[in-house]
């Protein structure tokens, strides 16, 4: 299935790569301008705009009703049945709409989850390298041999855990730039990627299957085939996203916003929500 997820993310890496430069923040700004366009599409569609406009109607005159005769409390009474009925048929007549809008939003956050999520490292930044393989793995098999290029340094000896068919290195960030990882087992030669300090955004991805890059002859008991090493994790730090001094998550900028927009844009576009 790794194609289908690539395929559904490269729309989103070709669009954000144009504003790979710009502030995290206005970015995440015309996405969710983006989102808010498209759900006033969808319901300008897949709704029943004159229902919806009859519907909100009948709320306000229940609304209206209340302030008009609070003093009788049998109209009162009546008023408010009429409100919960009105809201209902509401509910009813948007629930097409955002069945339709859910899967195309979901779809929006798996692109973004890469770009807002995480951050690459900063120069001298510390972080550990894991590499999974296929089970079974058993003591007596060579763990997987860790090299890199100039731009980063391997820190420690390997951490074995055979338990969750996994082995840890804590690596530091030297220079700025896209550096290689290699892995290293008896039959396998693989390679990760790990972004330094990149001043252009792009997406970052803590789990990745790595890249094969051939085959190798070596000592000890190998893995048990020649895709051993399932997938590398890079555990890079959590991006932070600071909006008028405070931090915020970059999911509740997206929704809020979006339907922020959606809302301004809606007479413009002539659609009842």
């Not at 051939?214 to 909006?243: F, H, Q």
Request: aromatic letters at 10%; hydrophobic letters at 50%; one cysteine or more.
């Amino acid at each position: 299935m790794d194609w289908l997820y690539s395929a559904l993310l490269k729309p989103f890496d070709w669009m954000l790569s144009l504003f790979g430069s710009f502030h995290p923040l206005l970015v995440l700004v015309l996405a969710s301008l983006f989102a808010g366009v498209v759900l006033l599409l969808v319901f300008a569609r897949f709704s029943d705009q004159e229902a919806l406009r009859t519907a909100k109607d009948r709320v306000r005159a229940h609304l209206l009703e209340l302030r008009l005769f609070g003093h009788d409390p049998r109209l009162v009474w009546a008023a408010e049945k009429n409100i919960v009925r009105a809201n209902l048929l509401y509910l009813r007549l948007i629930l097409k709409p955002l069945v339709i809008t859910l899967p195309i939003f979901a779809w929006m956050l798996l692109g973004l989850y890469g770009w807002f999520e995480f951050r690459p490292l900063a120069r001298g930044e510390a972080v550990v390298v894991s590499a999974f393989m296929a089970p079974p793995v058993t003591a007596r098999m060579r763990a997987p041999d860790l090299t890199t290029d100039e731009g980063l340094q391997v820190e420690t000896p390997v951490l074995r855990i055979d338990q969750e068919h996994r082995c840890d290195w804590r690596i530091r960030a030297l220079q700025a730039g896209e550096h290689r990882l290699v892995l290293s087992t008896g039959t396998q030669r693989v390679e990760r990627t790990v972004a330094v300090g990149v001043v252009r955004r792009s997406r970052v991805s803590r789990s990745a299957r790595p890249r094969p890059l051939g085959v190798t002859a070596g000592g000890g008991d190998p893995l048990p085939d020649a895709r051993a090493i399932e997938r590398v994790e890079v555990d890079y730090p959590r991006a932070r996203l600071t909006v008028l001094g405070f931090e915020v998550g970059w999911v509740t900028v997206f929704v809020v916003l979006s339907v922020a927009f959606s809302f301004l844009l809606k007479r413009p576009f002539g659609v009842t929500l």
